[in-house]
């Protein structure tokens, strides 16, 4: 079986085309970094198979970021074909990955995409297969139809070949000339990956002394190359004059704060707010009276009747009519991604993430938590190093993700007006406490400056309307799929503690259930906070698995006929076994805004970054949520605004970031670098 | 002088770098490249950070990587 790897700098289109020639749908976006892992898909072309691999962006083979070095140990494990993709805009930084491509012995075609915003003469394409003697194709792989060509790559000259690479060469017994010229570029780790004896690199090393070869040489080689083959290019200058309106120093935080409050707006108030009440008109009203009537004219048995009719229907089916409002998050999300605004925010913000001893990239990882964290936390591998990666994932978890959506919904539409400048607010909230616990952990071990922070800005584009729509196909499928499996699973397990007692009989009294016993030992706990309640401390828990199934269990234990309307009436009453006042509901949304990661989250985080940090993680969380939701609790006690008191709770945190910020100055005056080490003046101290 | 000191609608070339050999050689890899053509773009709000085009290519990065460029106006 044939391997075709698809290399590239990051944001040429590599996922793009994987998706073309897989017809998968993996997650693309229009900034660097978003594929941080290898993916590889099998497919049949005339009954022969063929690996896929799309790889993360490298701009050499030499790794600088994590996932940069994901993909170049990958490449240098085996001996695949290459399918080099690179951009006109950046033609002379790609031609410099061909190189080296060329210069390890890859086998590489050469495909320029985005022929259609820039073009490149066919003078620049002549002068590239005259002088790297490689195959070279132009197209626009996102409007492509026939890519077949790929699958017969045999009927191309793949072997590149370069002059200069000759004179390195010599000084090895190697095949290729890449042993050599990471000696020349003092590239350790890379050098470590071949296994050399000391013997042998002292041997390589005196060869390239005696001829003269070092990191100067091979530069100047590839850069004359390079020079030889195509000019420098001029920038876009439509992105430069939206740019200068969209970063103006005085327009740009406005501007950013506007689409944050419309997207918030059209999703929670106007259209998501609309298509969620039609939809829960729709299926959820009469769906229930169509089912009870239905079983009790085939008389089934009633314990069953129960188990359908409140775990299945009323606890899962309360989920569904936040479907639209879900699907839309995700396509503004999408949207952004795809527009080029994203790298731009991270330009801005940089300037504050650093203060944390973050980067700008964190933002990528921060918007994409909003749909969902889990998904949203591998993206924080396009971190340049370890700790800055596991403080991106530790802080990902305060960006409210889309399975709190329901909860905020309806408790602010039980309590409260005003709800999308509420819930944003508690966005807010999220963001503040993140930054709070980054400045926790730039104390400590996890301390990072970040200074080598580079980020390409790519032109701005319209998003595809065919990738929109597969975002919201495929993220309503997906919440569907949540919701009729674990949820639904999670759903059973609460009724069959809320039905049954230690004993496993089925009891009509509540207090008498497994579910009261297990809840009434926690409830006090939440008691200072204003909800120790053993329905809302079940919730909770259930909760830790998807953080969806809070406002099922709510529902179901307040068994409210399984529409929208009947859980917020249900909350507000007395009588409910799970009912809030204004006051506890705000320290309700803020607790299950920040308490812990949901289930999936932690397996990920357990894996990627270790179990302690994952603990360290957890008891951040649950120590911030409490006492900030105790904070909230005793303020709305005395003033009756629940937006006054949330603002008040903003304006907090915001002093608390800003006196914390102003001790933990610690960047060097004398050279102006964070992580100084070298400056003498730094030394002598 | 180094990048941090350029002055918007001038036109400057890479000379060196004043950096350690695995700063240096990402600096390469991106395109910054002895002789290219570097041009300032936009400061951030609290200039703590540069957009910067190299051979048409845009880059955000921060005061203390330009600091490491040596650049001289074309």
């Known amino acids: 079986m044939q391997t075709l790897c698809i290399v590239g700098n990051a944001n040429s289109g590599k996922t793009t085309l994987f998706n073309k020639l897989t017809e998968s749908f993996e997650h693309t976006g229009n900034f660097s970094g978003v594929t941080v892992d290898v993916m590889e898909k099998i497919v049949n072309f005339k009954n022969d198979n063929y690996k896929i691999v799309d790889l993360p962006g490298i701009y050499s083979l030499s ?63 002549n002068k590239i297969k005259e002088e790297l003697k490689i195959e070279v194709f132009e197209l626009n792989i996102r409007k492509e139809k026939d890519l077949s060509f790929l699958f017969n790559l045999q009927n191309y000259k793949l072997n590149g070949e370069v002059d200069y690479i000759n004179k390195y060469k010599k000084c090895s017994n190697f095949q290729n000339a890449i042993v050599p010229i990471k000696i020349c570029e003092e590239d350790d780790e890379i050098i470590k990956t071949f296994n050399l004896s000391n013997k042998q690199l002292e041997e390589i090393k005196t060869q390239l002394n005696k001829n003269n070869l070092n990191f100067e040489t091979i530069c100047l080689d590839r850069q004359i190359l390079i020079d030889k083959i195509c000019t420098t290019q001029s920038v876009s200058t439509t992105s430069n004059k939206l740019d200068k309106i969209l970063l103006n120093k005085y327009l740009a935080i406005p501007i950013f704060l506007c689409v944050m409050l419309g997207i918030f707006y059209i999703t929670f108030s106007s259209l998501g707010s609309f298509l969620s009440s039609v939809l829960d008109k729709l299926i959820c009203q009469d769906l229930y009276v169509i089912l009870d009537n239905a079983l009790q004219s085939i008389n089934t048995n009633a314990i069953f009747n129960d188990y359908l009719l409140t775990a299945v229907i009323e606890g899962v089916g309360s989920l569904i009519c936040f479907l639209p409002q879900i699907v839309l998050l995700f396509i503004f999300i999408a949207i952004l991604e795809d527009s080029g605004y994203l790298p731009r925010l991270a330009f801005l913000l940089d300037d504050i993430f650093k203060k944390f001893g973050l980067s700008g990239k964190s933002l990528f990882t921060f918007v994409m938590s909003f749909g969902c964290s889990t998904s949203a936390m591998l993206t924080a591998k396009n971190q340049d190093n370890e700790k800055s990666k596991i403080k991106t994932m530790m802080l990902a978890q305060y960006m409210s993700c889309s399975a709190k959506l329901p909860i905020f919904t309806v408790l602010c539409s039980a309590f409260f007006t005003n709800n999308a400048l509420l819930i944003f607010c508690f966005y807010i909230i999220g963001i503040l406490v993140s930054l709070l616990v980054a400045l926790i952990l730039q104390s400590g071990k996890l301390k990072t400056t970040n200074d080598a922070f580079v980020l390409e800005i790519p ?72 909800f120790g309640n053993y329905g809302v401390a079940s919730a909770l828990i259930a909760g830790l698995v998807a953080k969806e199934i809070v406002i099922s269990t709510i529902s179901m234990l307040n068994h409210t006929m399984d529409n929208q309307a009947g859980l917020i009436t249900s909350l507000t009453a007395s009588s409910s076994l799970v009912c809030f006042d204004t006051a506890s509901a705000l320290s309700f949304m803020t607790f299950v805004l920040l308490y812990a990661p949901c289930i999936s989250s932690m397996s990920l985080m357990k894996k990627e970054i270790g179990t302690r940090y994952l603990l360290l993680a957890i008891a951040l969380q649950f120590a911030f949520a409490y006492l900030i939701s105790f904070f909230v609790y005793t303020f709305a006690l005395l003033l009756s605004n629940a937006l006054i008191v949330i603002i008040l709770t903003i304006l907090v945190l915001t002093t608390f970031v800003i006196i914390c910020l102003s001790k933990g100055k610690s960047t060097c005056k004398s050279c102006n670098f964070s992580a100084c080490t070298s400056c003498n003046k730094c030394k002598s101290k | 002088m180094t990048a941090n000191n350029m002055k918007y609608g001038l036109i400057y070339n890479i000379v060196d770098f004043n950096a350690d050999i695995v700063i240096k050689r990402r600096l390469i890899d991106l395109g910054f490249r002895k002789s290219s053509n570097l041009q300032l773009i936009k400061r951030s709000i609290l200039k703590a950070n540069f957009l910067v085009s190299v051979d048409g290519v845009v880059y955000a990065i921060r005061k203390e990587l330009a600091n490491k460029i040596i650049v001289k106006e074309k």
């Open chain 1, 459 to 530: 032109f701005y584009s319209f998003p595809s309307f065919d990738k929109i729509i597969k975002v919201a196909l495929k993220n309503g499928k997906e919440f569907l799929v949540r919701v009729g499996g674990i949820v639904l699973i999670f759903m059973s397990v609460v009724w069959l503690l809320e039905n049954f007692n230690y004993k496993l009989q089925f009891v009509s009294d509540s207090s008498e259930s497994l579910l009261y016993s297990i809840g009434s030992i926690i409830a006090p706990i939440f008691t200072p906070l204003g």
């Open chain 1, 63 to 125: 790794p600088f970021t994590i996932e940069e070095k994901v993909a170049t140990n990958y490449l240098l494990k085996g001996n695949h074909k290459i399918i080099n993709l690179c951009e006109p805009k950046s033609l002379k930084r790609s031609l410099n990955l061909t190189l080296q491509l060329i210069e390890a012995g890859f086998e590489v075609v050469l495909l320029i995409n985005r022929v259609d915003k820039h073009c490149v003469s066919q003078k620049i394409i």
